[in-house]
């Protein structure tokens, strides 16, 4: 929404900002395909398409670092924080993929285990109801 409007008023101040609102939109559809790709399938992995959106998120990412330097000397006032505030962003996400691609084989490994123990211990209803039960069956 933001780059929408930043499009929308964009011939309001002398600064060129096309690119780089081009750029940060381009980013953010890369960033939703790669959290879909990484976050919602059942396998934290890493396939070619997902690598060269990665690749391409990481490029974005730096050419707008450039770009914020140039619309800072130009004296941007409000566009340069949103795309340093995007840039920064970004990084956060990188390393929290970062992380979770280093930790996935031990959540992987305790997901199954939860999921053994949850098994070997589902026949055993020791709960209220099966003591109601009983109490019932004898009166």
């Excluded at 002398?14 to 399938?41: E, M, P």
């Excluded at 914020?68 to 924080?81: M, N, V």
Aim: positive net charge; aromatic residues 16%.
């Amino acid at each position: 929404m933001l780059c929408i409007l930043a499009l929308v008023f964009r011939n309001k101040v002398d600064i060129n900002i096309k690119w780089s609102v081009i750029q940060v939109f381009t980013k953010h559809i890369c960033g939703a395909f790669l959290i879909r790709q990484l976050y919602f399938n059942s396998k934290f992995q890493f396939k070619t398409n997902t690598k060269f959106v990665l690749v391409l998120t990481v490029l974005l990412n730096v050419m707008l670092i450039l770009k914020y330097r140039e619309l800072k000397t130009q004296g941007s006032s409000w566009w340069a924080p949103i795309v340093l505030n995007d840039i920064v962003l970004y990084f956060l996400l990188y390393f929290q993929m970062f992380q979770e691609y280093m930790t996935w084989g031990q959540k992987n490994l305790k997901w199954r285990q939860d999921l053994l123990f949850d098994q070997r211990f589902a026949d055993t209803d020791d709960s209220e109801n099966k003591i109601q039960r009983g109490i019932e069956t004898i009166i």
